[in-house]
């Protein structure tokens, strides 16, 4: 069946990096939209990224502009978010979705965990 399984997330001191990895399997990856979403205690879901289906159109919110870099691999199935220069506000649980641009299918992932503290 459909899955994303997301890895990558610890904990990392501020200014520190990470890379989260979304790893699809089970239906055409290379025609979904990815987005990375984040939930941290007590607010709502947010969009942080996008990457659309190509790879070559990328959209980002304001909070990690500049900071985060999304992509995605095709060949392998997986997309990716690079987060530099990490502040205490990006800690929250980060999920990836997929989704189909011509019909009703999405999936997520289970999540993974980012803390940010020194």
């Known amino acids: 069946q459909a899955q994303l399984v997301e890895s990558g997330g610890g904990l990392v001191q501020p200014g520190g990096s990470l890379r989260l990895s979304c790893a699809a399997s089970?239906?055409?990856?290379?025609?979904?939209?990815v987005d990375w979403y984040r939930q941290a205690p007590g607010l709502k879901l947010e969009l942080v990224a996008r990457?659309?289906?190509?790879?070559?159109?990328?959209n980002y919110a304001d909070s990690v502009k500049g900071r985060f870099t999304i992509s995605r691999d095709n060949a392998e199935n997986t997309a990716y978010l690079q987060m530099n220069s990490l502040k205490s506000e990006d800690t929250a649980v980060y999920y990836c979705?997929?989704?189909?641009?011509?019909?009703?299918?999405?999936?997520w992932g289970q999540g993974t965990q980012v803390t940010v503290s020194s």
């Open positions: 990457v659309h289906s190509t790879g070559r159109g990328t």
């Open positions: 089970g239906f055409t990856f290379s025609t979904y939209v």
């Open positions: 979705k997929a989704w189909a641009t011509t019909s009703r299918y999405s999936y």
